[in-house]
């Protein structure tokens, strides 16, 4: 019974499998297939997904690459430069090599398994379920959206120990983190059969029990509060911890050394972000359009916020301030976006504001981390506050879409406390499993080849240590 209801909780989700064409015929009503009448993928929903792919690399490269390189100082605004740039190239091959595969393949409920290994058997004629029955676009587009998911991710991860460790202690990591934190996370959160598998009670436990493992807890994360943002932050804490505090924290100020690179860096961000969850909707339509709304609004309510809160306590309202905001914005409305109304955006947005503040001041100077571009503070507790939050707003009393039962074609009987314990499952496991496969990562990094530079080569500089450059002569 509990696998029937799990698979009531997920209409206009971004969990689903991929089919080439033959399995997907096998959906269909057996006339249709004896006639050969193949579903084809929306053309008008393709264009939308790739328009989307590009808009979430532009939010990466070069958004989150200027936004990060714009707060660190100016003798390591390449190195911070080259970590995002270099990441999402490494990245974006091993998705193509084995990531995808892993992420969105049938294999239990923590990994895939290795049908598309190397991309194995896709073509240009196989495609993915979307979240109508009926409705299919390219597996190749879908797989280009994902890539872009899956190179981001470790590029976030980048802030948190910025300005001190070897450029290929990073990349070493992120492999390491990728292959065993974010595939399974993206699995376990995403992988589904797809809405078609929905035709009767019996059926939908089938498929839900095929399904990835916070799937069937019933999670909500339309476009990544856990799968990006949580386990994101969780690895960027603790790379802070394990690499130390950066020479001279608490005692020499530390300012960004380029504002309006923040700025610019903040602005691509934000208009890359309506490819990351607009795009995760996967179709074009009334939907999307409301999660368009959503990501707005949330944003701006939460750089509001912030500013508004700087303003009252030191007086003047900062750019780095408002730029911090709004990505605490961005953050905590991923994984709500498509399941709350605007107001309930709103909402959160302005408790993101709030909260995400608090964290990058009052609780990073009480545990005395270094957090060198506040991963943790604005992604982890960001996308923890939303995760929540989705359960509340979600609701249709409070202008939410509520959760859509596939089987009965319906929008399903909605209590926030049974969906606020599935949102506590999704969180507390993103946690702990990111949390100890970047122990084990930074570790093993650290045993062979060393995380950090030495402390004269910190004080010179990354740009000159580790890349020969300078970004400014």
């Not at 909260?355 to 957090?371: F, Q, S």
Request: charge should be neutral; aromatic fraction near 12%.
């Amino acid at each position: 019974m509990e696998q029937v209801m799990d698979s009531r909780k997920h209409p206009h989700r971004r969990h689903l499998r991929c089919w080439q064409p033959a399995a997907a015929l096998a959906l269909l009503a057996p006339a249709a297939t004896l006639a050969g009448d193949a579903p084809l993928p929306d053309k008008g929903d393709t264009a939308w997904l790739l328009t989307s792919t590009v808009l979430v690399i532009l939010m990466t490269i070069p958004g989150l690459a200027l936004f990060y390189g714009g707060m660190v100082r100016s003798k390591n605004v390449l190195s911070v430069l080259m970590q995002v740039f270099m990441t999402f190239c490494v990245m974006a091959l091993l998705w193509a090599i084995y990531g995808y595969s892993l992420a969105f393949t049938a294999g239990n409920a923590f990994f895939g398994g290795f049908d598309r290994l190397f991309l194995a058997g896709m073509t240009v004629d196989s495609i993915a379920a979307t979240f109508s029955k009926g409705v299919y676009v390219p597996e190749f587009a879908y797989f280009v959206f994902q890539l872009t998911f899956a190179c981001i991710t470790p590029c976030l991860v980048v802030g948190a120990f910025a300005e001190r460790l070897k450029f290929g202690a990073v990349l070493a990591f992120l492999v390491f983190w990728f292959t065993f934190a974010y595939l399974p996370i993206a699995h376990m959160v995403w992988f589904w059969a797809g809405p078609d598998a929905y035709t009767d009670p019996a059926a939908a436990a089938a498929a839900t029990g095929g399904a990835g493992f916070l799937f069937r807890k019933g999670a909500l994360d339309f476009a990544g509060g856990t799968v990006v943002h949580i386990n994101a932050g969780i690895a960027g804490l603790v790379g802070a911890l394990f690499a130390g505090k950066r020479v001279g924290y608490g005692r020499a100020p530390m300012p960004p050394h380029n504002l309006p690179m923040v700025m610019i860096g903040t602005s691509l961000l934000w208009v890359g972000w309506f490819g990351f969850n607009v795009g995760s909707n996967l179709e074009a339509n009334g939907l999307a359009a409301q999660v368009f709304a959503n990501t707005l609004l949330a944003t701006a309510a939460a750089a509001l916020t912030w500013s508004g809160a700087e303003w009252l306590h030191r007086g003047t309202p900062t750019m780095l301030g408002a730029a911090s905001g709004a990505v605490a914005g961005l953050v905590a409305i991923t994984p709500a976006c498509g399941w709350v109304g605007p107001m309930g955006a709103i909402v959160i947005g302005l408790v993101a504001g709030c909260v995400c503040l608090l964290a990058v001041t009052r609780l990073k100077a009480a545990l005395g981390y270094d957090d060198s571009l506040d991963v943790f503070g604005v992604h982890c507790v960001g996308g923890i506050l939303g995760a929540l939050l989705t359960a509340v707003f979600c609701a249709p009393a409070l202008g939410g879409t509520g959760v859509y039962d596939y089987v009965a074609n319906a929008v399903a009987e909605y209590s926030i406390g049974t969906q606020f314990v599935s949102q506590l499952w999704s969180v507390g496991l993103t946690i702990v499993w990111s949390g100890l496969v970047s122990v084990a990562g930074y570790a093993l990094v650290n045993a062979t080849i060393g995380l950090r530079v030495s402390e004269d080569e910190e004080r010179e500089g990354l740009d000159t240590v580790s890349h020969g450059e300078s970004a400014y002569t």
